[in-house]
């Protein structure tokens, strides 16, 4: 494994690379609250397995900086998108697959809409499909999403600042089953949001897909194309936690009815929100077989 800041558009990204160089280019995404070491293991598998890795930390996250103070510190899932396609622009990688936890998971299908012809196989964990647009949730998601609604309000901003970490551990504390972490893990992955933009991008993710605050300009025409595209036919796998605390799989039942290609969708049991982490050798076992797959034998609906 090999750890360098690739300089794009509007970033120097901290990036992961490994595997073997000629192996078939595999994009992994984070989420939040998180970094890029969730998926230290599952890269290992897919390595192993004769795949390259591609693994950065998103804008705001960890040792990634922007290049310009007067460049906006957003978040949305275009945007991020839009980052991914610079980074492997950077690195001279015309097309690859890739798999997205959380943020990360939006993030790669916006990728999949908006260069399809980039992006030849997809996996999306443990948050769902926003083909078609996000209408409001039902009251119980509305209730599981309590910390969106608290990033709109002036206090709750105001309490994200003053103590993120804190923040981030409801989220390690409530999305997954008791035990799942330890101490040591928590304080690595959280030393990646003492970033100086980890809150502004945050807070601007969780009010733009609400509509509480501006999309990134940059990103206004690919989020329009995934609001506009209600299906899509990019081979997919979907992972769920079945005991996800925040996207459980009732949140995940229309995920299917939102892929025309090959797709698959895969229940882990006992697992939470954070499948990489949780349940690395199922996760990396799920991706070798997605991502080997070939037109005719990718799975089923």
């Known amino acids: 494994m090999s750890e360098q800041q690739v300089e794009t558009t509007l970033l120097n990204v901290n990036v992961d690379l490994a595997g073997p160089a000629d192996g078939p280019a595999v994009l992994l995404l984070h989420g939040w ?66 798999a997205g936890h959380d943020w990360g998971s939006n993030a790669a299908e916006a990728m999949a809409v908006g260069w399809p012809g980039r992006v030849t196989r997809m996996a999306m964990l443990s948050t769902p499909s926003r083909l078609g647009g996000m209408p409001t949730p039902p009251f119980p998601q509305c209730q599981r999403q309590w910390y969106h609604w608290f990033q709109a309000t002036r206090r709750g901003q105001d309490a994200v600042r003053a103590d993120p970490k804190g923040f981030g551990r409801i989220m390690w504390d ?6 799942w972490y330890d101490e040591a893990t928590f304080a690595a992955v959280a030393a990646s949001w003492e970033n100086p933009d980890f809150v502004d991008v945050t807070l601007h993710s969780y009010q733009a897909r609400w509509d509480e605050a501006e999309l990134d300009p940059r990103s206004a025409e690919l989020e329009a194309k995934v609001k506009a595209t209600k299906t899509l036919s ?22 299917p009815s939102k892929f025309s290609g090959p797709f698959e969708f895969i229940t882990l049991d006992g697992v939470g929100h954070f499948a990489p982490r949780e349940a690395p050798d199922a996760v990396a076992a799920a991706l070798v077989r997605h991502f080997r797959a070939t037109e005719g034998n990718e799975g089923t609906r």
């Not at 804008?59 to 610079?86: C, E, K, M, W, Y």
């Not at 990019?234 to 995920?255: H, M, R």
């Open 174 to 179: 409530n999305w997954s089953p008791p035990g």
């Open 33 to 98: 609250p998180d970094d890029a070491t969730t998926w230290a293991t599952v890269a290992g598998h897919l390595n192993d397995a004769g795949f390259r890795t591609v693994t950065p930390e998103l804008r705001g996250f960890g040792r990634t900086r922007f290049r310009s103070v007067d460049t906006p510190r957003t978040g949305n899932s275009g945007i991020l998108a839009h980052d991914a396609i610079d980074l492997m622009d950077a690195m001279g990688i015309a097309t690859f697959m890739v």
């Open 234 to 255: 990019t081979p997919t796998l979907y992972i769920q936690g079945a005991v996800d605390g925040v996207n459980p799989p009732e949140a995940s039942k229309d995920v």
